[in-house]
């Protein structure tokens, strides 16, 4: 059998080698190449198309610091933190100088009407040194002068110039993905969890947060359960009662957007199950109450904070099993990875279900 086996090689060889069209090759062909060169000319566009974006969001940035520094030693009025880059000296100097041209004005006012003969209404005004706003804002002078003294020069050590955007040639649709271990290079999995354990919807994003991914979530979930529900035809099945999220889905956005009932964290569970405990509240929410201000009167209520307990116990049982079925992604490429995380779901479920079904 070697023997045959090896007159057979022989002969394919030899026809490969003629050339005749003849042979029909089992050899793997070799890569060439062309695989890791597409994969860094992607990359390369990757770093590119982020360069460009802080460019611009620098750029947008610059142009608005210069234009507060303007209008800062124009004498108007400008709110918020001065934003750290080469105006931001300047601009604190402004800020001291206006001050101290607004704290004089009242002193040479009061001044007038003492010379005037008339009484003044009101206290007098302190001395320029003791004004509140002036001292607040010769600190943020000091502060302003420390920092550009400490910044750093061009002529740095070398890890000071190390690039900031990079990009993965092995799996350019990856990301840098911030983890309680460190960072790796991989995908923001996301799963959504019934109060049953069963896997309802998955989703796999190179979103480096989970605010963003709430909303398609809740979506995709809502679909799966419509699909259900359509399936039985029972009108108390399938129905979503409160979603519950911790606090790395806390937004705005979230908290206000329509869709089902949900309990979202706003801090950690220690501090969060002590509000409930010290400041208890009760009832529906204050009237006027922001969005973030009605969610945490919701969740330092008895029942909001007796039902977000739940949500440990009904997703993390769930994301142990998903890791233990799938530890890390084997495929390269957003959908492959979507597709790797489909097929561990769908374990999950038929081995949930097959221990929950009568012997």
């Given at each position: 059998m070697?023997?045959?086996?090896?007159q057979?090689?022989?002969?394919?060889d030899?026809?490969?080698?003629?050339?005749?069209?003849?042979?029909?090759s089992?050899r793997?062909?070799?890569?060439?190449?062309?695989g890791?060169?597409?994969?860094?000319?992607?990359?390369?566009?990757?770093?590119?198309?982020?360069?460009?974006?802080?460019?611009?969001?620098?750029?947008?940035?610059?142009?608005?610091a210069?234009e507060?520094?303007?209008?800062?030693?124009?004498?108007?009025?400008?709110?918020?933190?001065?934003?750290?880059?080469?105006h931001?000296?300047?601009?604190?100097?402004?800020?001291?100088?206006?001050?101290?041209g607004?704290?004089?004005a009242?002193?040479?006012?009061y001044?007038?009407?003492?010379?005037?003969?008339r009484?003044?209404m009101?206290?007098p005004?302190v001395?320029?040194?003791?004004?509140?706003?002036?001292?607040?804002?010769?600190?943020?002078?000091?502060?302003?002068e420390?920092?550009?003294?400490?910044?750093?020069?061009?002529?740095?050590?070398?890890?000071?110039?190390l690039p900031?955007?990079?990009a993965?040639?092995?799996?350019?649709?990856?990301?840098?993905?911030?983890?309680?271990k460190?960072?790796?290079?991989?995908?923001?999995?996301?799963?959504?969890?019934t109060?049953?354990?069963?896997?309802?919807?998955?989703?796999?994003?190179?979103?480096?947060?989970?605010?963003?991914?709430?909303?398609?979530?809740?979506h995709?979930?809502?679909?799966?359960?419509?699909r259900?529900?359509?399936?039985?035809?029972?009108?108390?099945?399938?129905q979503?009662?409160?979603?519950?999220?911790?606090?790395?889905?806390?937004?705005?956005?979230?908290?206000?957007?329509a869709?089902p009932?949900?309990?979202?964290?706003l801090?950690?569970?220690?501090?969060?199950?002590?509000a409930?405990?010290?400041?208890?509240?009760?009832?529906?929410?204050?009237?006027?109450?922001?969005?973030?201000?009605?969610?945490d009167?919701?969740?330092?209520?008895?029942e909001?904070?007796?039902?977000?307990?739940?949500?440990?116990?009904?997703?993390?049982?769930?994301?142990g099993?998903?890791?233990?079925?799938?530890?890390?992604?084997?495929?390269?490429?957003?959908?492959?990875?979507?597709?790797?995380?489909?097929?561990?779901?769908?374990?999950?479920?038929?081995k949930?279900?097959?221990?929950?079904?009568?012997?």
């Amino acid at each position: 059998m070697v023997t045959e086996a090896e007159q057979v090689d022989a002969a394919e060889d030899t026809a490969e080698d003629a050339g005749d069209g003849t042979a029909v090759s089992e050899r793997v062909p070799g890569s060439g190449g062309s695989g890791r060169r597409q994969r860094v000319r992607a990359a390369t566009e990757q770093v590119r198309r982020e360069l460009a974006r802080r460019e611009a969001v620098r750029h947008a940035a610059a142009e608005g610091a210069l234009e507060r520094r303007r209008r800062s030693e124009a004498g108007e009025p400008v709110r918020g933190r001065i934003p750290r880059g080469p105006h931001h000296l300047a601009e604190a100097h402004a800020h001291l100088a206006r001050e101290i041209g607004i704290h004089q004005a009242k002193l040479d006012r009061y001044g007038g009407l003492l010379a005037a003969g008339r009484k003044p209404m009101g206290r007098p005004p302190v001395p320029l040194e003791a004004s509140v706003r002036v001292v607040r804002a010769r600190r943020v002078v000091e502060a302003a002068e420390a920092a550009a003294a400490s910044a750093p020069t061009p002529d740095g050590p070398a890890a000071a110039n190390l690039p900031s955007v990079v990009a993965n040639t092995t799996d350019v649709q990856s990301r840098i993905m911030p983890t309680r271990k460190g960072f790796l290079q991989g995908y923001n999995a996301q799963l959504a969890v019934t109060s049953d354990h069963l896997i309802a919807a998955v989703a796999v994003s190179q979103s480096t947060t989970d605010q963003s991914l709430l909303l398609p979530m809740m979506h995709a979930a809502e679909l799966a359960a419509a699909r259900c529900h359509a399936t039985s035809g029972d009108d108390l099945a399938h129905q979503i009662g409160t979603v519950l999220a911790d606090a790395g889905y806390a937004s705005d956005a979230n908290l206000a957007a329509a869709g089902p009932e949900r309990l979202i964290a706003l801090a950690k569970r220690r501090d969060q199950a002590k509000a409930a405990t010290t400041e208890p509240a009760s009832g529906p929410p204050p009237a006027g109450s922001t969005p973030r201000q009605a969610m945490d009167h919701r969740l330092r209520t008895r029942e909001g904070a007796a039902l977000y307990k739940r949500r440990g116990a009904t997703v993390e049982p769930v994301i142990g099993n998903v890791k233990r079925i799938l530890d890390q992604f084997a495929r390269r490429g957003l959908d492959a990875a979507a597709s790797e995380l489909h097929l561990a779901a769908t374990a999950h479920n038929l081995k949930r279900i097959h221990r929950a079904a009568p012997a």
